[in-house]
């Protein structure tokens, strides 16, 4: 498949991956888009569904899209969502033997870099982990990351930003946070089920035709493992807990809200969503709750305005490999 192809591009796609069980009788029966509930015939529609029998190979073809927008200068944020053991880590990291998406798009990514001769490439990631508001860095774990605010935006600072050069350094990072990942669990019982887990790639797109020009394309793409989403009473037995249950809440919360308000296109609303995530209750001072959303906040937030972005430094460019064709902007 051409990653160049703009295949599938929406603004906000859900889609939901089926998770094999070993009971014959499955209770839902699903078609590519919907899936049916037989005992109340109820029906609920999706972007796509990938069956309990879709490899991660075809998993990744259906965000694949995402991946060659960012090779574009396009923001992108891929979730997953479900409840512990759903198959989320499985499907964002996987294993050497079944990549998931983060381990597919590194190959895509160096593939397109090292093909695009015209262009100047500068990669780098970060891996972060959010714990009961807590910011750990996956990458070195000496550093303490804090959230900072500007006045347009937030942004983390003392997280290590490593450049990457090839598919190996990259798939070696996601090796450096995962075993740290791990290392973690094994001090904190339940912790993955609690924590979400962010990886971020930034790129910077120079043209090299006119070295003159300091004009250049920057985006960020989020991969995010989110905490489990089962409910908060079923895995409160303590006060701990409870705090760690009711942050989880409160951040899936305001996530679900910020993307019903961007697929109705409320812009005002998704905005003020946003906004009032940095603030208190009484809706003065800051409020150190929902990261998570925060640090996605650029991310979710340009999505509106990178199309045009896109467009004038193409026209710049010329650049017959890219798609001018006006982006999907609903
Ligand atoms: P979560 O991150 O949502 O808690 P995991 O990704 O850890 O769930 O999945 C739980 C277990 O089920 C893991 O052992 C994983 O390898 C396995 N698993 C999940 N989805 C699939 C799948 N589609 N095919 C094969 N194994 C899967
Ligand atoms: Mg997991």
Do not use: W
Request: proline share 2%; aromatic share 6%; charged share 25%.
């Amino acid at each position: 498949m051409d990653i160049n192809k703009q295949e599938g591009e929406g603004r906000i796609q859900v889609q939901i991956r089926i998770r094999p069980t070993e009971e014959e009788n499955s209770c839902i029966s699903a078609t590519e888009t919907q899936i049916i509930l037989p005992k109340t015939g109820n029906s609920y529609t999706y972007d796509h569904i990938h069956a309990a029998t879709a490899s991660q190979q075809e998993v990744y073809e259906k965000v694949r899209p995402i991946i060659s927008q960012f090779l574009r200068g396009i923001n992108g944020t891929i979730l997953a969502y479900g409840q512990t053991n759903s198959g989320k880590t499985h499907t964002i990291l996987g294993t050497p033997e079944q990549p998931g998406l983060i381990r597919q798009s590194a190959t895509d990514i160096f593939a397109f870099i090292n093909s695009e001769t015209r262009k100047q490439f500068r990669l780098t990631a970060t891996f972060i982990e959010l714990y009961n508001e807590i910011i750990f860095d996956l990458i070195n774990t000496n550093n303490k990351p804090q959230l900072r605010e500007n006045f347009t935006s937030f942004f983390i600072s003392g997280a290590d930003e490593i450049e990457i050069n090839s598919e190996d350094e990259l798939l070696n990072l996601i090796e450096i946070g995962n075993k740290n990942i791990h290392f973690r669990e094994t001090i904190m019982n339940q912790h993955s089920s609690r924590s979400h887990a962010l990886f971020r790639l930034n790129i910077e797109i120079n043209n090299t035709k006119d070295l003159l020009s300091d004009k250049k394309l920057v985006a960020t793409l989020f991969f995010v493992d989110l905490a489990g989403s089962e409910r908060f009473s079923l895995i409160s037995s303590n006060i701990q807990s409870e705090k760690e249950g009711s942050n989880i809440n409160k951040s899936l919360l305001t996530f679900r809200k910020v993307v019903q308000a961007l697929s109705l296109q409320q812009l005002k609303q998704q905005k003020m969503i946003i906004k009032k995530v940095g603030k208190n209750e009484s809706g003065k001072g800051k409020d150190e709750k929902c990261k998570d959303v925060k640090i996605l906040y650029d991310s979710i937030d340009s999505c509106l305005t990178s199309d045009e972005k896109v467009k004038d430094f193409e026209e710049d460019t010329k650049d017959h490999m890219f798609h001018t064709e006006k982006a999907n902007q609903q």
